[in-house]
């Protein structure tokens, strides 16, 4: 089993900053990929950011040159750097961990961005 726990969501002005944290615990080994995913209200939950267990990062065009992903591996944590956030990043935002074909959730942090 793996723990995912977040942190850091908050409310914030357009054109603010915020950073996510996802901290991991438990069977960490053998993770491929973590990522950050957001859940409107009435929407789907949707991809924000990965990050393959080799470094590359991949962003849908919704946050892409706005969002950055990174992970420190020695401390077992996942961030999410956002910067340049809009009333439409509002979203319940979760930390995801992928090993093999389990996947993992945490219980989601909210993120509300006032315009």
């Known amino acids: 089993q793996v723990q995912l726990m977040e942190s850091g969501g908050n409310l914030v002005q357009a054109g603010g900053s915020l950073r996510l944290t996802c901290a991991a615990s438990?069977?960490?080994?053998?993770?491929?990929?973590m990522g950050w995913y957001r859940q409107a209200p009435g929407k789907q939950r949707e991809l924000v950011a990965i990050?393959?267990?080799?470094?590359?990062?991949t962003y849908p065009d919704s946050v892409r040159g706005r969002f950055t992903i990174s992970r420190d591996n020695a401390k077992n944590t996942l961030y999410l750097q956002m910067n340049s956030l809009k009333p439409e990043d509002t979203a319940i935002y979760y930390c995801?961990?992928?090993?093999?074909?389990?996947?993992?959730w945490g219980q989601g942090t909210q993120v509300t961005v006032s315009s």
């Open positions: 438990g069977a960490i080994f053998s993770i491929n990929a």
């Open positions: 995801n961990a992928l090993r093999g074909r389990e996947a993992y």
């Open positions: 990050i393959l267990s080799g470094g590359t990062a």
